[in-house]
């Protein structure tokens, strides 16, 4: 099925996409979904005060072709402030983005310190795969360079990822709105997550070392509490999400958790197909699945779209 080409999101209708509704505040209560940190094991039920991030990109600019070819062999271009790194298949990235990591890591002397990257990028650019598998590459190669060490550690994993899914609101939350026929078609949009309680999460996690999170049952369609344990030993977390890089109220401060922010760039024509055929193959018929694409996913996918901006590196996607 072909999808109608992009339609430039106005500054009214983005304001629409980020403004919550005004029952949201009191549904957002903690009650529904909690975060806690390994240390305390208890909810966070008040705010965290703020924490100062000291932000080193490390990919610092200027980041050219050839040094980034030289080390990782595959292309870096300079674009507009952010690097963009592109090769011949997604193997190849996550090759380059696992080594890097792996030389991030090692400057972590502090076993409870964290760096903790940003992947945003829009429904259908392959957030969760990018994630795992560096994730995947980080632990294995660890893995294989410390395998003689009798340190007690030396084989545990030291990467993990972290979706932000988890932190939907729950459809209990939906139903109760002023307009929950609405609410439940925009699901995915800014305003049916639970962005301070996310924030509380990553503030857990860098203040604390290690924190419990919530991951989301899609086929219950809610997030499950405590789910997902990052844990001492993890130095590396990458965190995935739709909206890590806007600039709009507490997506700001969620933004300025990442020691690094990158950005999964891609067609939103492809990104959208492939988010027609996930619909369909969860059992939505094809009419439906076009008009949820129009009416919610394709609206949110340019809003995400234009915080790329905000990226210390740009990832170009390679069709999978």
């Known amino acids: 099925m ?57 990919f610092r600019q ?4 050839a040094t980034w070819k030289k080390k990782h062999n595959i292309a870096c271009y300079q674009r507009q402030g952010a690097p963009q790194i592109e090769a011949k298949s997604m193997e190849e990235v996550y090759d380059a983005l696992a ?13 409870d310190s964290k760096y903790i990257v940003g992947l945003a990028g829009p429904p259908g650019a392959g957030k969760s795969t990018v994630a795992s ?8 190669r660890w893995s294989q360079k410390h395998a003689k060490d009798s340190s007690p550690n ?12 988890g932190f939907h609101l729950y459809r209990s939350q939906l139903d ?8 439940h078609a925009r699901r995915g949009a800014p305003w049916t997550f639970n962005p301070s309680l996310f924030l509380k999460c990553l503030q857990t996690l860098k203040e604390e070392g290690s ?31 739709n909206y890590l890089l806007l ?21 939103i024509d492809v990104s959208m197909q492939r988010v027609l055929q996930r619909h369909i193959g969860t059992g939505k018929e094809p009419d439906v699945a076009a008009w949820r694409i129009s009416y919610n996913d394709r609206p949110n996918a340019e809003l995400i779209m234009e915080s790329k901006k905000a990226a210390d590196l740009v990832i170009r996607s390679v069709d999978y």
Not at 155 to 165: G, H, K, Q, R, V
């Open 62 to 65: 200027p980041v050219t072709r």
């Open 99 to 111: 080594e890097h990591l792996l030389s991030v890591s090692q400057s972590i002397d502090n076993l």
């Open 211 to 241: 924190v419990y999170a919530p991951s989301f049952d899609h086929g219950v369609g809610d997030p499950v509490e405590n789910d997902i344990f990052v844990k001492p030993q993890h130095k590396i977390v990458i965190v995935e999400g």
């Open 133 to 140: 598998e560096v994730v995947r590459r980080v632990n294995m």
């Open 2 to 58: 072909e999808l109608s080409g992009s339609v430039a999101c106005p500054t009214a209708a983005q304001a629409r996409l980020l403004r919550p509704p005004a029952d949201l505040r009191q549904l957002a209560s903690p009650r529904y979904i909690s975060c806690r940190s390994f240390a305390v094991r208890s909810k966070v039920t008040k705010a965290m005060p703020s924490l100062s991030v000291s932000f080193q990109p490390a």
């Open 247 to 267: 600039e709009e109220d507490v997506w700001r401060d969620i933004r300025d958790m990442f020691d690094e922010k990158w950005f999964i760039d891609i067609d």
């Open 154 to 165: 030396s084989n545990e994993d030291i990467a993990t990822m972290l979706p932000m899914d």
């Open 176 to 183: 109760a709105m002023e307009d929950p026929k609405e609410a």
